[in-house]
């Protein structure tokens, strides 16, 4: 699990087929096999390192969900290390289970994404959600898209500072949302 806050600004290192390294700068301690690293919010598992650099296999879902098949070598990406027990919690329950892509249609401080309508059930104004695995508040929201209130130093430590309109984007929407509109689907049928 992770919290959405960004350590690093990491850079993609290598691409081969589904293999893909990338950097953290700083990292610091070693990279153990099997751990689990967001890259842009995406739960990856390491299986294999050199001192600098993390190696991850994808699978097609990943692929088919992600922007990860748009990624070239050099392309910036956003980095999280797993949870550990007591470590602080400053964003949200994110699991780092990408749900879809957006684009980006504005940028700087008022930074808004469209996504496909069909996930727009759940987020709310003043919810979570969370963008190449940055933790961010909805500031509004409407069918098919989020604008987010972003701060100074939000787009100085993560990647969103230097996306560009048209830019892909990866989603992760809250985790609660999902569970509450389930079981009230399941309650109530779909509205």
Known sequence: MFTGIIQAIGSVERIDGKRFGFRW???????????????????????????????????????????????????????????????????????GHIDTTGRVVTVGDRFKVEFDSNYSKFVVEKGSIAISGTSLTIASCQDGYVEIALIPHTKEVTTLGIRNIGDLVNLEFDTISKQVVKVAEAQFGQR
């Open 25 to 95: 700068p700083d990292f610091h301690r070693p990279y153990e096999v099997g751990e689990s690293i967001a890259v842009d919010g995406c739960c990856l598992t390491v299986v294999a390192m050199t001192e600098d650099v993390f190696y991850v296999d994808v699978v097609d879902e990943t692929i088919d969900r992600t922007i990860i098949s748009t990624y070239s070598v050099g392309d910036k990406v956003n980095l999280e290390a797993a949870m550990a027990v007591g470590d602080s919690f400053g964003g949200h329950f994110v699991l």
